[in-house]
């Protein structure tokens, strides 16, 4: 809260003026949108074990840059950052736990599309619920898919006897992507 002269000033009064609404026109909604990016960024940061610090100095820096500015590269950086947090704290032929993996991608997921809600919606916008709720199913959506390829992978890895295929594993990545990849472009035809 700042103090601003008010209108009807009576023998030296202030009056506080909320910083959200009146002087700079933040709006709650969009705000926690940024909220939901430093929360996500922190979890992807926090999630690997062993993390260097180089790499939680660039992740904030990216997250960050992020936050201020979704449109720009910060983005892009925090997530290499936090995809090489992860690689390097567990190797290349690391074995990491299947729970950690999955708040891992979870984490990376609600931080790269807090950040593409974020770059389409100003902090002084307002964010209808209509948009709220369809960017909420378009993400349960995507979680399911993206659900439903882990368990067919980890059924797949089961009834075959692997214990870890790399092959497999980037199968499993381009079928995901490919399946949201299919998902994205049938959801931009339907709002034409």
Not at 76 to 87: E, M
């Amino acid at each position: 809260m700042s103090q601003v002269p008010s209108d009807d000033q009576q023998g030296g009064r202030l009056r506080l003026v909320p910083v959200w609404t009146e002087r700079r026109g933040w709006q709650r909604p969009a705000v926690l949108v940024r909220v939901v990016q430093v929360l996500a960024g922190v979890a992807v940061l926090l999630l690997p074990p062993n993390v260097r610090p180089l790499t939680v100095v660039v992740m904030l820096l990216g997250l960050l840059a992020a936050v201020i500015s979704p449109a720009r590269s910060g983005p892009a950086i925090a997530l290499a950052a936090g995809v090489a947090g992860w690689v390097f704290s567990y190797g290349a032929h690391g074995s990491p736990p299947v729970l950690r993996t999955v708040a891992f991608a979870l984490a990376m997921f609600v931080l790269c599309d807090s950040t593409a809600l974020a770059g389409t919606v100003p902090v002084t916008a307002t964010l209808r619920p209509e948009v709220l709720a369809g960017w909420l199913r378009r993400d349960a959506f995507a979680l399911l898919v993206a659900g439903i390829l882990a368990a067919l992978v980890y059924l797949l890895a089961g009834l075959t006897g692997y214990v870890s295929s790399y092959p497999l594993q980037v199968v499993g990545l381009l079928g995901v992507v490919a399946v949201l990849g299919v998902a994205a472009w049938l959801f931009s035809r339907s709002l034409r």
